[in-house]
């Protein structure tokens, strides 16, 4: 008896639910042969500006919205937890919000090593770039480059004139570009006399080399501003790194492994170069030349960089307000004029060095040599910083940590590298010469005396 009621019951449920699904169906072409009498066409309906084609793209962007604002969300509520004291979004916390607003779905986050984060959505396959100032960039503005041939598209568009404000760039394998003869990203004219020409063509977005390098091309060539990249206007550059077999040469003016010229607001984050860089004045393992309020940190050079003037380890030359930090050399570096230091050829107006060591060989041939600086000039300032490398020059003014400070400061740093010179009229373990007359100073630097 109880066995035939339950039979009765699931006969019932199935029935049911064809009852349902033929409802359904029946509902379906119901509205189909409706809309038809009403002068409707199939294509009208599923052609790709359809009806039902633009509901389902309706729907698509609906939970795009809707994902997007909960990254949002999840970025506020991390800052409340924070009261606002980081400048940055804390890991614990901001994984801990996404959690909350995305309830059940899984995702995966990636830390980036300098602030930013990137997060997708594993259902939907969609990415998310939380930059370092909290900014969001959605999924519709993420273009990522894992060929020879992709990066080289991107540097074109670049080149004529597309600056990517706005993008994140992410680099999803090392690319190997065969010993291409390179022509940068970003372009900077020869005729051309300042950054903000409007007949440059610089990149203005974000690129993270997601911890990836870029390997195997030569440039040699006498135009100005070269690298990897070449000009960089207001951006950000990230966890990426140039390989060994890379071969920058004579270059005029502004030549670094990675960027050639950083302008205007610039972060270059996480990078290192390993290559061979070779130029006339301004050429950095790094940066060849920061101009205006930028900052490079937690960047190294391993590669040989050899110039005439203002010649530095990790970047050539630093002016107006931009900023050298956690950074390091140890590759050689060699300076045939003035201004040669193992992290940075000129350093002036405003502008500092702080916490980075040299542990590379120095050599300048003509003045202002430091193992740090060769020269700190208009209120700049080199601060906790050290050198272990050996400093050696032909003219004056050589330094353990600068080569010549004047009207600036270096304060906490130390030498226990070796201090070489020949014919240097002033020759010190720490600063060469201290210009006393414009108010410069060297508070509790000291050595482990190492001249010879």
Not at 337 to 364: L, M
Request: net charge negative; aromatic share 8%.
């Amino acid at each position: 008896m109880f066995s035939q009621k339950n039979k009765r019951n699931k006969r019932k449920e199935r029935y049911e639910l064809d009852f349902k699904g033929i409802t359904l169906i029946a509902l379906v072409i119901t509205i189909v042969v409706l809309l038809i009498l009403a002068g409707v066409s199939i294509s009208m309906l599923t052609g790709n500006n359809g009806i039902l084609t633009q509901a389902q793209n309706a729907k698509e962007m609906t939970e795009k919205t809707s994902e997007e604002e909960k990254v949002q969300l999840a970025v506020i509520g991390t800052e409340t937890k924070d009261n606002g004291h980081s400048d940055v979004l804390d890991e614990t916390n901001f994984k801990s919000e996404l959690k909350k607003q995305f309830e059940n779905q899984e995702l995966d986050v990636k830390t980036n090593g300098d602030g930013s984060f990137i997060v997708t959505v594993k259902d939907s396959k969609r990415k998310y770039y939380i930059n370092d100032d909290k900014t969001v960039v959605n999924s519709d503005n993420i273009i990522e480059i894992g060929t020879k041939s992709e990066l080289e598209n991107f540097r074109n568009d670049v080149n004529s004139g597309n600056s990517y404000e706005g993008k994140a760039i992410l680099l999803t394998n090392s690319i190997d570009l065969e010993g291409e003869d390179w022509e940068p990203i970003g372009s900077y004219p020869m005729e051309n006399s300042t950054p903000a020409d409007k007949t440059n063509a610089p990149f203005k977005g974000i690129f993270d080399g997601c911890g990836y390098e870029v390997n195997n091309f030569n440039i040699d060539t006498t135009d100005k501003v070269q690298g990897l990249f070449g000009l960089v206007d207001s951006a950000k550059i990230a966890n990426l790194g140039v390989g060994e077999n890379v071969e920058i040469s004579n270059v005029d003016d502004g030549a670094g492994g990675v960027i050639g010229y950083i302008y205007n607001g610039t972060k270059v984050y996480n990078c290192y170069s390993k290559a061979s860089v070779k130029g006339n004045k301004n050429v950095g393992g790094v940066v060849g030349i920061s101009f205006e309020n930028n900052k490079v940190l937690n960047c190294y050079n391993l590669g040989k960089v050899e110039g005439t003037t203002t010649v530095g380890g990790v970047l050539g030359y630093l002016k107006s307000l931009s900023e050298i930090k956690d950074c390091y050399n140890e590759g050689s570096v060699t300076g045939s004029g003035n201004w040669v230091g193992g992290i940075v050829g000129q350093a002036e107006d405003s502008s500092t060095v702080e916490t980075s060591y040299n542990k590379g060989s120095i050599y300048g041939k003509a003045n202002n040599t430091g193992g740090i600086a060769g020269k700190l000039f208009n209120n700049s300032i080199v601060e906790s910083c050290y050198n272990i490398g050996k400093v050696t020059g032909d003219g004056d003014y050589i330094g353990g940590i600068v080569g010549h400070i004047q009207a600036s400061n270096a304060r906490n740093c130390y030498n226990t590298g070796i201090i070489k010179g020949d014919n240097a009229t002033e020759i010190n373990s720490v600063v060469g010469r201290i210009n006393t007359l414009n108010d410069s100073i060297v508070d509790n630097c000291y050595t482990l005396e190492r001249r010879i």
